[in-house]
């Protein structure tokens, strides 16, 4: 099961009450549910009951065929957003985007392991619309028709991760594995909660990552055989995927932590970063800040701590 949305889904159907439609068919010139959703999925949906005041839009899922369509969610409808009593006579089904969608900030159905948020990854001709548009392959990822989209994950919750499948099973995809990288140059490949099945190209081939509160901030998906074909995604989270000496001056509340916290320790410039380092030897940091220095001392290493201090 996965919630998807598409383009140009309509049938028709003759069912009354309260209960499940059963779909007759596409309207000419668009698709089924079976073929635009798939069987077992869930949609937003719009009922119109021709000729009348009757309407209804909601959340559903389709049977194993996507020949019924549930009505799980009431969202809105002419019965005071419950269910519509339909009476006898052709209705309208179709898929659509409530304007829940449009008018809240951002919402973002949740995607569980067993239902994630499926994303059709196809492979196409880089045009001046990509952000690396002139630079690296010549082809570029397209995300639900969209050419290499900047996207934004949820998830802040580890008991309940957002799961996100790249669907790889296009043939468009053979030989362009999507995977997560820190950088867009690839220089260092993300793995924590990623998961890959089957060859790029053939059925059921897809990349999944399951975001929550440690997902760096900012991820780049890439292709892992050739350069810069994708874009970058963003993520409220505990982890800061940048250089702070850009940012300026930072806040971040009354304490800043550091992956390991254990009292002793001191942070040290290598010339390219700083890393925590435990004093050790003659001299002791207790978690207060207070430097005690025990045993010998030689006139140098004094001369030394006074610098450093």
Do not use: W
Not at 267 to 276: A, F, K, N, P
């Amino acid at each position: 099961m996965a919630f998807i949305l598409n383009d140009r889904v309509k049938e028709t159907s003759t069912t009354t009450g309260t209960g499940a439609f059963s779909l007759s068919g596409a309207v000419t010139g668009f698709e089924t549910f079976a073929a635009g959703i798939g069987g077992s999925n869930t949609t937003y949906y719009a009922i119109y009951h021709e000729g009348t005041t009757e309407f209804e839009v909601g959340f559903g899922t389709l049977d194993s065929g996507g020949t019924t369509l549930t009505r799980t969610n009431i969202i809105n409808s002419s019965n005071s957003d419950a269910a519509v009593n339909f009476t006898s006579g052709t209705k309208n089904v179709f898929c659509t985007v409530p304007a829940a969608k449009i008018n809240l900030p951002k919402p973002e159905e949740y995607g569980s392991s067993s239902a994630p948020r499926i994303i059709t990854v196809k492979v196409g001709t880089k045009t001046a619309a990509h952000p690396y548009s002139g630079q690296g392959s010549s082809s570029a990822y397209f995300l639900n028709g969209l050419e290499s989209p900047a996207i934004r994950f949820s998830g802040a919750d580890s008991s309940y991760k957002y799961y996100y499948r790249f669907d790889q099973s296009d043939s468009t995809n053979s030989g362009h594995p999507l995977r997560f990288y820190l950088e867009a140059d690839k220089s260092t490949a993300y793995t924590t909660g990623v998961t890959t099945n089957g060859t790029p190209g053939s059925a059921g081939a897809y990349t999944q990552i399951a975001v929550d509160e440690n997902t760096p901030n900012i991820l780049y998906y890439q292709c892992s055989s050739h350069s810069l074909m994708g874009n970058h995604t963003t993520a409220i989270s505990n982890n800061i995927n940048s250089d702070l000496s850009t940012l300026g001056e930072v806040s971040v509340g009354t304490l800043l932590k550091m992956p390991d916290n254990t009292s002793g320790k001191i942070l040290v410039g290598d010339g390219t970063s700083y890393q925590e380092v435990a004093v050790s030897g003659d001299a002791t940091l207790a978690s207060n800040g207070a430097l005690t220095i025990s045993g010998g001392v030689t006139a140098g290493f004094v001369i030394a701590m006074s610098i450093a201090l």
